[in-house]
């Protein structure tokens, strides 16, 4: 440890404090990062990159490409002439070029840390009180204990796995995200609880490499946060690759058996359903990760789901204390954790930080894809805003014919009075990149006249979303 003395004390190195650390050590603050979840590393010491880099959203996106190119090889080849014979798959490889891709980030992020002048603090930390305007952390790992001293705090612990009560998730036949990133065989049968983001996603993997996949959702409605045209086209979508739904249930047991695991629930007509896997998944959404952090010594109090109040700049009730991305108030997403970590740094230096939480894109990395930013429209007809839709789909794009890709489509939701752009939709294969056009015309306030005027190129994608805004007006060009 270089110093006992901070500007800035980040508590966590996940998506937000890493990135906190990084702007913090741009600003010229003087900066400890602070992490104590050693992960997967095979040193078994802390790394940085939290949940998303190391159990999450990097180590998914690695087994979906991998799968995908699986899937377009045995089922999408031949169309394009390209002839393949007895494609296989080696599991382990593709565990392991997952585990090298997360192992070159976090290698990345401890270089970052060097060049920022970031101190990277292997430990565990809570708070220990003050010492003048001071807060005091107390660190322990590898066998001793330290203190450090901090002017600012940033809470960034970030979430872990919500649990299913009385089910014991062993990580070997039921897992929660951190077993179903390490299967060591493709399972032939695999149920998944939870139908939301990181069931599709994992879904989505192993329904390509050959398992029998079943989610099950207590949530009577599929997607219920997108909107209805998103929900359908994706539900549509995921049920013609093989993947079955079953929404509205009740979980009444998960339990291992000699041959795997049974799950057991009640269907949305209260029948008892028994289903037989070979590997369950849990993927039922995630909760704040605040344990051990003594948050009492300091009186910081947490409300009654968990979260730590924060104000509109992450700003906690106590002076100096901040706390950011999984652990506050707004979707569990990695970029709107990194985007708080900066807003923080900047105002502790006296800058103005700034969030815009309206313009905050989502996606789900399935094939299509499906991305948003801004209201759905299920959203303004509860605001009771007036709005004009326009809808433009692939089947009718020049690019998406020659991908062979047709699936899906962009929807623009403008004002009716002003046609200031109040939300963009889009299902494709690539609306992950295309989303960030919408993300823009949202943050400088766009009209879907804007969109419509500006050229796109030809021929792309993107140019479903010049025409989805033309078909605001009912003038789109090419349908």
């Known amino acids: 440890m270089a110093n006992t003395e901070y500007d800035v004390a980040i508590i966590g190195a996940g998506s937000g404090g890493y990135i906190a650390a990084i702007r913090a050590g741009q600003l010229g603050l003087s900066v400890a990062c602070i992490e104590g979840n050693a992960y997967a590393d095979p040193r078994g010491e802390p790394r940085?990159?939290?949940?998303?880099?190391?159990?999450?959203?990097?180590?998914?996106?690695?087994?979906?490409?991998?799968?995908?190119?699986?899937?377009?090889?045995?089922?999408?080849?031949?169309?394009?002439?390209?002839?393949?014979e007895n494609p296989a798959v080696n599991v382990g490889k593709m565990i392991d070029r997952k585990d090298g891709v997360v192992t070159n980030m976090t290698k990345g992020i401890e270089y970052l840390f060097k060049k920022n002048k970031v101190d990277f603090l292997k430990a565990q930390a809570k708070f220990a009180g003050k010492v003048g305007d001071d807060y005091v952390l107390e660190l322990s790992g590898a066998g001793a204990t330290s203190r450090i001293n901090a002017k600012n705090i940033i809470i960034a612990s970030g979430s872990k796995p919500r649990q299913l009560p009385a089910v014991v998730i062993d990580n070997e036949v039921i897992c929660d995200n951190v077993g179903a990133l390490k299967f060591d065989e493709i399972p032939k049968r695999l149920c998944i609880v939870g139908a939301g983001v990181i069931g599709l996603e994992l879904g989505s993997v192993w329904r390509r490499l050959g398992s029998e996949v079943t989610l099950i959702d207590a949530m009577a409605e599929f997607l219920p946060a997108a909107d209805p045209a998103v929900a359908k086209e994706m539900l549509k979508a995921m049920t013609s690759q093989g993947l079955k739904f079953a929404l509205g249930i009740s979980i009444e047991r998960i339990e291992r058996t000699p041959d795997g695991a049974m799950v057991s629930y009640r269907d949305r007509a209260g029948a008892r359903v028994d289903l037989a896997a070979d590997k369950v998944i849990v993927a039922i959404g995630r909760v704040p990760s605040t344990d051990g952090l003594a948050l009492d010594s300091i009186g910081l109090q947490l409300d009654d789901r968990g979260f730590i109040p924060v104000d509109e700049r992450c700003k906690t009730a106590l002076p100096n204390v901040f706390a950011i991305g999984d652990v506050v108030r707004g979707p569990m997403l990695a970029h709107k954790a990194s985007e708080e970590g900066v807003m923080v740094c900047e105002i502790i230096a006296g800058q103005a930080g700034h969030v815009n939480y309206g313009a905050i894109p989502f996606v789900i990395y399935t094939n299509p894809e499906?991305?948003?930013?801004?209201?759905t429209e299920q959203e303004l007809i509860r605001e009771g805003r007036a709005f004009k839709s326009g809808q433009f789909p692939f089947s009718a794009n020049g690019r998406a014919l020659g991908h062979g890709e047709t699936e899906g489509f962009v929807k623009v939701l403008a004002d009716a009075a002003s046609d200031m752009v109040l939300g963009v939709h889009i299902v494709s294969s690539a609306a992950s990149e295309m989303i960030g056009e919408a993300a823009m015309a949202l943050e400088f306030h766009a009209s879907s006249e804007d969109i419509a005027r500006i050229c796109h190129a030809h021929p792309t994608l993107y140019e479903a979303v010049r025409e989805a805004s033309l078909a605001v007006d009912n003038r789109a060009l090419n349908i």
Do not use: F, M
């Open 48 to 84: 940085p990159g939290g949940t998303c880099l190391n159990v999450g959203c990097i180590p998914s996106k690695a087994l979906l490409a991998s799968s995908h190119l699986y899937d377009q090889i045995v089922h999408r080849a031949a169309e394009h002439g390209i002839l393949t």
């Open 370 to 375: 499906a991305a948003w930013v801004g209201k």
